[in-house]
């Protein structure tokens, strides 16, 4: 079955308050479930207990926050282009103990601000179909990523089979009506994220034309896709989350 056209949405950081508080409640409980997935594939894969982690994209900071609460020993860096999301990201983070060990910072995931291998592991979530040239984000991450690092980039996936489309919209639905009545027709949403998406053949693509391309392999889903670095010699395949 054909996929449908991609739609790009406009490249930039969100910058809406009412939008940024409003994503920063909805988000809380999906990013813990997200969280718990994405610590067992940081396990799986080996990633050093006390390593160093970089989010791109990280939005309101839910999922360094609770990946800081599955691994004590490591730190976190938050990396996202709104500086109001960042403010969002920040709050609380002394009372529940985590700073110092979690930080963020304002920056554009094409043009990361460190140092050659930088960190132990690069993770990121629903962030590529932000982006009309992934490549250039992709080998960035493999400039920061140390020579023995992991990847986990997860995002969307356009060619969802058209059966399951309703739910897609539906999930819009329900969103939109939880959103302040000022921010409810914002683009941002399920459906234009949907749209904005690519391909499992457009993915293989950035990945041939990217030096990450060389270290990583891609598991494409129905619901979304994801790009890993292959887990360790040690690694038990069953224990490996499905998504």
């Given at each position: 079955?054909?996929?449908?056209?991609?739609?790009?949405?406009?490249?930039?950081?969100?910058?809406?308050?009412?939008?940024?508080?409003?994503?920063?409640?909805?988000?809380?409980?999906?990013?813990?479930?997200g969280a718990r997935w994405m610590a067992a594939k940081m396990r799986a894969l080996g990633v050093a207990p006390a390593g160093r982690v970089l989010d791109i994209g990280c939005g309101p900071g839910w999922l360094v926050r609770f990946l800081a609460g599955h691994f004590p020993a490591m730190r976190f860096v938050g990396l996202d282009a709104s500086l109001v999301m960042l403010a969002a990201a920040m709050r609380g983070l002394r009372e529940e103990g985590l700073d110092g060990r979690v930080s963020?910072?304002?920056?554009?995931?094409?043009?990361?601000?460190?140092?050659?291998?930088?960190?132990d592991a690069v993770i990121s979530g629903?962030?590529?179909h932000h982006l009309n040239d992934p490549v250039v984000l992709l080998n960035e991450v493999d400039r920061v990523l140390a020579p023995d690092g992991?990847?986990?980039?997860s995002d969307l996936n356009r060619a969802l089979p058209r059966a399951l489309w309703p739910l897609v919209v539906g999930a819009?639905?329900?969103?939109?009506?939880?959103?302040?009545?000022?921010v409810r027709r914002l683009p941002e949403g399920f459906i234009n994220s949907y749209r904005a998406a690519y391909a499992p053949e457009e993915i293989r693509g950035f990945l041939e034309r990217s030096t990450l391309g060389r270290r990583v392999g891609y598991y494409p889903r129905w619901f979304q896709h994801w790009i890993q670095t292959p887990p360790t010699p040690v690694f038990n395949r069953e224990r490996c989350p499905r998504g």
């Open positions: 079955m054909p996929v449908r056209p991609r739609q790009m949405l406009e490249e930039g950081p969100i910058l809406d308050p009412l939008f940024v508080e409003h994503y920063r409640r909805f988000a809380r409980w999906p990013s813990k479930a963020f910072l304002a920056a554009d995931g094409q043009r990361l601000p460190f140092p050659d291998a930088a960190f629903a962030t590529l992991h990847v986990i980039i819009d639905w329900v969103e939109r009506q939880c959103r302040p009545a000022a």
